[in-house]
């Protein structure tokens, strides 16, 4: 059995922060809506992952505001997508 060294796991862990995880939970929203074809559940899973960025304080997210950006650009486009599908 190959043991990974903890240190290393928590040296990596150390730099991600909130806004890495709101990151990959969209990258694992799309991918999982995907196979269903429906532009609506992209737009809505779209809509929640910006509200998330959106509520998400600033100091949880590295005590940067692009994070907050990229939820209200998320916040316009997920609206787009769900009018625009069937």
Known sequence: MI???LQTIDNFMLELHMGHALLGLLALA???ALPLKSMKI???NIILVGS?????PVSMTGD???FRLV???L???GP???VMGR
């Open 3 to 5: 043991e990974v060294p």
């Open 30 to 32: 799309i991918l999982g």
């Open 42 to 44: 992209i737009g809505l």
């Open 52 to 56: 998330l960025f959106v509520l998400t």
């Open 64 to 66: 940067t505001v692009i």
């Open 71 to 73: 939820g209200i650009a």
């Open 75 to 77: 916040l316009m486009i």
């Open 80 to 82: 787009i997508l769900y």
